[in-house]
């Protein structure tokens, strides 16, 4: 049998898991734990078709409409948040519901209302579509919020007054790109006011940081994640744009297009914020079938944040 060829495999660190996508799985399990099945889950609970698996084997149930949860049943909603008119038709119609929303999303909520009491017009920066911009921007009326995604958008803004103008973003964008928005938003309107600090989460910061400390060192770089998976999509970008000739996003080790690593010396490997470790090592256990493999972990940051679940769940039946 030939020897395998040498690949050095860098583990960015850290990756994978953030404390509210932790928090949000807890939540389901801790619900379906006390409730019993079914527990209704409206939209995936986080971005992951594994995790979403793992969780309807043990009993979740995942809508993407309200009115297809029974009353009698608890519903959950998901770590990206919710539209107000959700939360309201579940407290209408008198259901258990339990928002798994991240406390760094419903930090961005709550500023863009204490917002607009201000009487501020509000600018969000984020992708057009993403289940965390159609929470964000359902906590206001219609009209309320205007969504931009590029440098190009700012030119059409038309605010009725630049002088009462505030600008949030999604929590899981790329840190650079937002940047170059946010300057482009300061150029036009020197007034705009921002975040105290920037709504970008720790856990995208950080996930992005590590990538760029290992691109100098690869070849090509996996991210492991789902395709609705904002924050892993950007640390393609990331990879791509540090200089990665091959950066990739693949869900699991079986989606992996092994002719793209032949002759490669050296690989990155990253995980979004969902996707949880033992994928990781699903994919590392591939490249060892493959390559004579070395491991490096490159640590940027130790992360020890933690959320809470809610008390109603963590209380006994
Ligand atoms: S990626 Fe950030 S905002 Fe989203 S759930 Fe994780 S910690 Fe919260």
């Keep these: ?23 949000a799985i807890k939540m389901v399990e801790m619900a379906l734990e006390k409730f019993g099945a079914p527990v209704y889950v409206r939209h995936e609970i986080v971005h992951n078709r594994f995790v979403v698996d793992g969780l309807r084997d043990k009993g979740a149930v995942f809508v993407e409409d309200l009115d297809d949860c029974p009353d009698d049943r608890p519903v959950i909603f998901s770590a990206h948040g919710s539209p107000k008119s959700v939360i309201e038709a579940a407290r209408t ?3 258990f519901a ?15 209302i204490r917002l607009h009491r201000q009487g501020f017009e509000i600018v969000l920066i984020g992708h057009k579509g993403h289940v965390e911009v159609l929470g964000t921007m359902g906590q206001l009326p219609p009209g309320a919020v205007s969504l931009i995604e590029t440098v190009e958008d700012v ?12 600008y949030v973003t999604q929590t899981t964008l790329s840190v650079d790109d937002t940047a170059e928005v946010i300057a482009a938003l300061k150029a036009r309107f020197p007034a705009i006011l921002g975040p105290g600090k920037e709504d970008i989460c720790y856990a995208t910061t950080n996930r992005q940081a590590s990538v760029k400390a290992i691109a100098p060192k690869i070849d090509a770089l996996v991210v492991i994640g789902a395709e609705n998976s904002s924050n892993s999509k ?7 744009k540090a200089g990665c000739d091959y950066a990739v996003l693949v869900p699991r080790a079986a989606d992996i297009d092994w002719a793209k690593f032949d002759g490669v010396a050296s690989v990155g490997i990253t995980a979004g ?8 090592t699903e994919v590392v256990d591939a490249f060892r079938a493959r390559f004579d493999v070395t491991v490096e ?11 809470k679940a809610p008390r109603i769940l963590r209380e006994p039946a």
């Design 1 to 23: 049998m030939a020897a395998k060829p040498p690949l050095t495999l860098y583990l960015a660190a850290p990756r994978g898991f953030c404390a509210g996508v932790d928090r």
């Design 93 to 95: 119609r008198d259901m």
């Design 98 to 112: 339990v928002d798994a929303v991240c406390p760094l999303v419903t930090k961005v909520h709550m500023e863009i």
């Design 155 to 166: 030119a059409g803004l038309a605010p009725a007054d630049p002088g009462k103008l505030a």
């Design 234 to 240: 950007r640390l393609v970008e990331v990879g791509a």
């Design 273 to 280: 914020a969902s996707a949880p470790e033992v994928l990781v």
């Design 297 to 307: 972990t490159v640590e940027t940051v130790v992360e020890n944040v933690e959320f």
